[in-house]
């Protein structure tokens, strides 16, 4: 069952912010953190996989993903 949640909103947006943060300042990241250019698309990948969480945390949808995926592994043997 699907339940709004101002505490993973406000988190959500943290993640998308920080996401977005990476997302302009990539080269700059990489190279502070002598990862190099080498790894420039790497530091794009991971900031809009970050973009990609925050959105879901805002929705709430984390919640439903883990329970279909427990629900599917466990085979309903963790009752709420």
């Known amino acids: ?5 101002w505490m993973w909103f ?3 947006i943290v ?3 920080v996401g977005i943060v990476i997302v ?10 002598s990862y190099g250019p ?5 530091f794009q990948i991971a ?3 970050l973009c990609g969480l925050g959105i879901l945390f ?10 279909f995926l ?8 963790i009752k709420k």
Do not use: P, T
Not at 38 to 42: Q, V
Not at 70 to 77: E, P
């Open 1 to 5: 069952m699907y339940e709004f949640s």
């Open 10 to 12: 406000f988190i959500g």
């Open 15 to 17: 993640f998308v912010a």
């Open 24 to 33: 302009r300042f990539y080269k700059q990241a990489a190279d502070n953190l």
């Open 38 to 42: 080498s790894s420039y698309r790497n």
């Open 47 to 49: 900031a809009l996989i």
């Open 58 to 67: 805002i929705f709430n949808l984390h919640n439903l993903i883990l329970g």
């Open 70 to 77: 427990f629900n599917l592994i466990f085979g309903g043997a």
